[in-house]
């Protein structure tokens, strides 16, 4: 258990398309009366309108906001705001207008309305970061945070594509450094990965399509909870780098953050392991620091800082500003660390917390080269993507890779026309059953399926009514009586019922060479009124064949191979589905552990004592069971 502290900073949002026509009734709402518009210098037209929607509120403009808010810009702007006598300031465009108005604010104590066009997050914190004499500070307070923020889809939809990632990246970093923040708590917690989920869902497909709405939607919520996930944790070393080579070295604010995250995060790793194993699940990869690189590249953004200005001379003094005063971090933050950080920063590495490398890339690639047969191609891709699945995440080694290279040659080696280990093994793992009821249990009203199993034997003898199939085998003698109707009752004559079972230790007649000829096992036609009867023995719990690749397999996973009693049915008539099942013993031993998972409730029936004279068919002296039991099949789709 950790203990916590948590903050809520009281903001008002208003999210939605076109929501910048809320920008009048917001500041009302506030009962403010003059306004002064911040506009972004690079977004004029914008401050136009936002004057426009203002109407007489709008008593002024400053359209000078600069990156890393330079305390002299502040200044020019607190002038034009006391001259205008602003109780209010508006502010539209990226983190160097929001910043502005902040620091507006925490001079002034005037309202603050945001309305962000880039993805920067600071919007919905209580810190401030100025830049005095080629050095940044920052500062948090209540009274930095804005009173209300207007969130419109419809001003990022244009934003190009360059700034779009590097700003979202930055609002990834407010998330990312959240998750491992000494004030990290189940709120932020959940808040920074739904952030990290959505951004990196709408970066993956910003490049199809730019001006999708829901894409867009999906980056700028993410960039409101991670930038509320800032606001309540803190920074850490990201953070601290960012403004570092911002401040002191004029390095562009959110192309720097998207540079140094993947970074930042990998020098992080070992010592808050949980929290980037938590990162790495919400990018969809086993190893975070990666992914975030490679999000990087896909997407076109910058990925050194040696392309962002940053001279290779100006390292050792980054460093030096970086350890000068270090904020709370995971990972101590010492001279050669940093030193390697920054320099691998610098020369664009792919950095990596040590996990498995993101190769969807690969994955694609077999998977575009795929032809033929829709249905084929879309097995088969699919089987391709999941295999590659289960490889990455289990990170799985050459050694195990021929491991099982060999135990599928071995599986394949014991398979011939009397014995079927692949089917075994697709029993053994469930696969029969999962595929047995996708394919044939659909229709409550029939009887249910079960596997085929690796026994069954194409054109079995036909028999008489009333036959032996056990030809003498011991047992307990068992008569059968099964009739076969549809699904409302109807008998349906001659319909052809294949049986088979094993004899009391267990073994079918194929696996028994010195048996002449097949036993237990025939097909019968049903009579006149759907009936079918015969007699054999009493089915018993027997292992599975374990002297193979599937006992193996079984025995390293700590399972036993025993199956069920049962008696296998195969039941076919013209216009009707095939009904593959088997009848289980109630009472029997592993009904509840059935080696393949063969056992369905509906199947499991009583064998009762017989009582009377036994049928005609079988000399019976002692006890015997009477199984009677009635099979509906359903009409063929």
């Known amino acids: 258990m950790s203990d916590f502290r948590y903050t809520v900073h009281p903001a008002r949002v208003v999210f939605g398309s076109h929501t910048l026509a809320d920008v009048r009734p917001e500041v009302e709402r506030l009962g403010r009366e003059r306004v002064l518009v911040l506009a972004d210098p690079g977004l004029p037209e914008l401050g136009d309108r936002i004057r426009e929607a203002l109407g007489h509120l709008a008593v002024g403009r400053f359209d000078g906001a600069a990156m890393h808010t330079p305390v002299a810009v502040t200044e020019k702007a607190l002038a034009l705001l006391r001259e205008v006598a602003a109780d209010c300031v508006v502010a539209i465009g990226g983190g160097s207008t929001t910043g502005l108005a902040k620091a507006l604010a925490v001079r002034t104590g005037v309202d603050q309305v945001i309305l962000p066009t880039t993805y920067a997050g600071s919007e919905v914190t209580p810190v401030l970061g100025e830049t005095d004499g080629g050095v940044k500070t920052t500062r948090s307070s209540p009274d930095i945070l804005p009173e209300t923020v207007i969130y419109d889809v419809e001003l990022t939809r244009g934003l190009p594509l360059d700034i779009t990632v590097t700003s979202a990246v930055n609002a990834l970093a407010h998330a990312v450094e959240a998750l491992y923040a000494p004030d990290a708590n189940p709120v932020t917690d959940r808040l920074a990965l739904e952030a990290i989920e959505r951004i990196a869902r709408a970066l993956r497909r910003i490049k199809a399509d730019p001006g999708a709405e829901d894409t867009r939607a999906d980056l700028l919520t993410g960039a409101w909870l991670a930038g509320t996930c800032l606001g309540a944790v803190g920074m850490g070393l990201h953070h601290k780098l960012c403004h570092t080579l911002g401040g002191a070295f004029g390095l562009p604010h959110s192309p720097t953050h ?272 759907g009936m079918v009867r015969f007699w054999s023995i009493l089915p018993s719990a027997y292992p599975i064949p374990a002297d193979g690749t599937v006992g193996e397999l079984l ?83």
Not at 567 to 586: C, D, E, N, S, W
């Open 555 to 637: 025995a390293a996973t700590g399972r036993h191979p025993y199956r069920a009693p049962h008696l296998h049915f195969m039941i076919a008539a013209p216009g009707y589905q095939r009904l593959i099942t088997q009848l289980f013993v109630a009472g029997g031993d592993y009904l509840d552990s059935d080696a393949v998972f063969g056992v369905k409730s509906d199947l499991v029936v009583d064998f009762p004592a017989g009582v009377g004279t036994p049928p005609p068919g079988r000399h019976v002296t002692g006890d015997w069971r009477d199984l009677a039991f009635t099979f509906r099949i359903a009409p063929a789709r």
């Open 258 to 529: 998207a540079v140094v995250l993947p970074h930042a995060l990998a020098y992080n790793a070992p010592h808050a392991p949980d929290a980037v194993r938590r990162i790495g699940e919400a990018l969809g990869s086993p190893d975070a620091p990666a992914a975030l690189f490679d999000l990087l590249v896909e997407t076109g953004a910058p990925t050194s800082l040696r392309e962002l200005g940053l001279s290779e001379t100006d390292l050792p003094r980054a460093v030096e500003l970086a350890v000068a005063k270090p904020y709370p971090n995971p990972a101590p933050l010492t001279e050669d660390g940093l030193t390697g950080l920054l320099r691998a920063a610098w020369a664009g590495e792919r950095p990596t917390s040590g996990g498995v490398p993101r190769l969807d890339w690969l994955t694609e690639q077999v998977v575009s080269t795929l032809g033929g047969e829709p249905r084929l191609r879309q097995l088969v891709g699919d089987l391709v993507r999941r295999l590659h699945g289960f490889a990455v995440d289990n990170d799985l080694t050459q050694a195990e890779w021929q491991a099982g290279i060999d135990f599928l040659t071995r599986t394949g080696q014991l398979c011939d026309d009397k014995r079927q280990e692949f089917v075994l093994l697709s029993d053994s793992l469930g696969v029969s059953s999962v595929v047995d009821a996708l394919t044939n249990s659909r229709t409550p009203d029939t009887t249910p399926s079960a596997v085929l199993g690796p026994f069954y034997v194409e054109g079995p003898p036909e028999l008489e009514h009333g036959t032996d199939v056990a030809d003498g085998l011991p047992g307990v003698p068992l008569h059968v009586e099964v009739t076969i109707t549809s699904v409302d009752g109807t008998p349906l004559p001659g319909a052809v019922v294949d049986i088979w079972q094993s004899n009391e230790d267990g073994f079918y007649d194929v696996q028994l060479p010195e048996l002449e000829g097949p036993v237990l096992r025939g097909r019968f036609r049903a009579d006149a009124h």
